[in-house]
């Protein structure tokens, strides 16, 4: 693909992808949360919550090599 040369203004039009279901989204229609030193995007609430949800299960990598 070559979509080098014709971008709009690229600053409520960027496109970012659901960290939930990796939907591509325009950025000024997703839900972002900050999280400590990183920023989450939602395609919507319904992802929001299942993300709110597995959070429950990080400390899971804690095995000796
Ligand atoms: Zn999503």
Redesign the pocket.
Known sequence: MTDEGTRPDQQDDELIS??????TIPRSASKSVEVDDYVAH???L??YQSWLDKDDEEADADSPG
């Open positions: 659901c960290d939930i279901c990796m939907k939602f395609c919507g319904d992802c």
